[in-house]
């Protein structure tokens, strides 16, 4: 199947540093991805939809300012996490779908913490 | 009032057993109904989707969704300790899952 990857798999940061979280569709373009946002034992949260050449729609709720999203390519899609603080300390995870498709390829998550 | 409710589980059974996962939603909208398993620490993956009311069955796993009362399961059969998961229902419309909150199976051998 699809492979998505996400980069870092794992930061640690202070609280009050930016943090950027990478999204790729490795074999195949993306002109949409997802971002999800997971606490323990709870399920996905969908954050935001992040749209190639426009901009991130954005759910209710998700501050657009403080979770920065760039779809710079086909294939990547950013979440910058700014000015972070603990309660941002959460499991983000990304989805692409193919086009035509309904199933979405999750990436392999990030686990951030804010200390 | 969630569109989507998913049985909470945790759900504990020994290796072999049957078992039935179970959601339901109130938006008569969604248009595919999938099935992703998650294991600690990683993101999920796609076990089956579907749909139509019905089943359908991948080798241990079956799907089976019922439109008219809004309600979803999916029944794997002689589980096995790799199957210890959480399973997660996300309902489809228009391109956008909706998820459940998971069930988290155990196996015990």
């Known amino acids: 199947g699809a492979v998505v990857s996400q980069h870092p798999s794992r930061v640690i940061c202070k609280s009050g540093t930016s943090v950027k979280i990478e999204c790729r569709s490795l074999?195949?373009?993306?002109?949409?991805m997802f971002w999800y946002r997971q606490f323990p034992k709870q399920s996905l949260m969908l954050m935001a939809t992040s749209n190639e050449g426009s901009k991130a729609t954005y759910e209710q709720g998700v501050e657009k300012d403080k979770f920065l999203i760039n779809h710079a390519s086909l294939t990547l899609s950013t979440l910058t996490v700014t000015s972070a603080h603990p309660e941002d300390s959460s499991f983000y995870i990304c989805s692409a779908p193919i086009a035509g498709e309904y199933e979405q390829y999750f990436g392999p998550g990030t686990r951030l913490t804010v200390t | 009032q969630k569109e989507v409710e998913q049985d909470p589980g945790p759900l504990s059974v020994p290796e072999g057993a049957i078992v039935s996962l179970n959601c339901t939603y109130s938006?008569?909208?969604?248009?595919?109904f999938m099935w992703y398993r998650q294991y600690s620490r990683k993101g999920p993956e796609l076990l089956m989707y579907?749909?139509?009311?019905g089943n359908k069955e991948d080798g241990r796993f079956t799907a089976q969704v019922d439109k008219s009362s809004k309600y979803i399961s999916l029944f794997i059969r002689d589980s096995q300790p790799s199957d210890s998961a959480t399973y997660l229902c996300a309902m489809v419309n228009a391109g956008k899952s909706t998820f459940g909150d998971g069930t988290t199976l155990t196996v015990k051998p």
């Open positions: 074999d195949f373009q993306a002109t949409t």
């Open positions: 938006n008569s909208a969604f248009q595919y």
């Open positions: 579907t749909y139509s009311s």
